[in-house]
């Protein structure tokens, strides 16, 4: 059976530890000058700037994350301002922003279609993401794994921690595996076993 290709960027499914992840996440903003759209699933980084809305809170700015940066963590929703406000942050708008950022957290994530599938041998690598098309209308990242870059080295930004296994998951293309973020803000890089 062939797995279904629909990228949602990263889920979080669970910690390191395997307690199940129950919606933990920090209120991040995103800067009205960021031109880049954010959607619920796209990793993010640290800005370096910070923002104060007119309730007084000061958040701070978060903007999508590259392959070669040290990832914050991942938008697991964008709050609403209104109630006709977009399920993902529109480009060029100030936003707030709900991110899981804890180091021990393992994502789910779709493999991507290019390349030499990913095997079982290939679990306790580093990976690369890939960016991909977005959907402005579930507001999903189209972030995947890129399946051509696995490999020991500690720069990468993720590792391959564990397979999902579910009778509609196999191994090859679009194939779903948990993922750690191997350059994270808060925790130490490690190289690939």
Do not use: C
Not at 37 to 52: C, E, K, R, W, Y
Not at 62 to 77: E, P, S
């Amino acid at each position: 059976m062939a797995n279904t290709n629909n990228p949602k960027g990263l889920s979080p499914v669970k910690f390191l530890s395997g307690a199940p992840w129950t919606g933990q996440a920090r209120i991040y903003s995103v800067a009205a000058g960021d031109s880049t759209a954010l959607h619920i699933g796209d990793p993010v980084l640290d800005a370096g700037t910070s923002q104060t809305w007119a309730n007084g809170d000061v958040t701070k700015d978060v903007v999508k994350a590259a392959t070669t940066d040290v990832i914050t963590g991942v938008v697991v929703a964008v709050l609403p301002d209104t109630r006709d406000s977009l399920i993902y942050r529109a480009a060029s708008t100030a936003r707030r922003v709900f991110v899981a950022d804890s180091p021990d957290l393992l994502f789910e994530v779709q493999e991507g279609t290019g390349g030499t599938a990913l095997t079982a041998n290939d679990l306790g690598l580093n990976i690369s993401f890939a960016a991909g098309t977005p959907s402005t209308v579930t507001g999903y990242s189209g972030v995947t794994i890129d399946n051509g870059t696995e490999a020991t080295t500690n720069t990468l930004a993720l590792k391959l921690v564990e397979f999902v296994n579910r009778p509609d998951n196999a191994i090859g293309d679009s194939a779903k595996w948990l993922v750690r973020i191997n350059r994270h803000r808060y925790a130490d890089q490690l190289a690939g076993v």
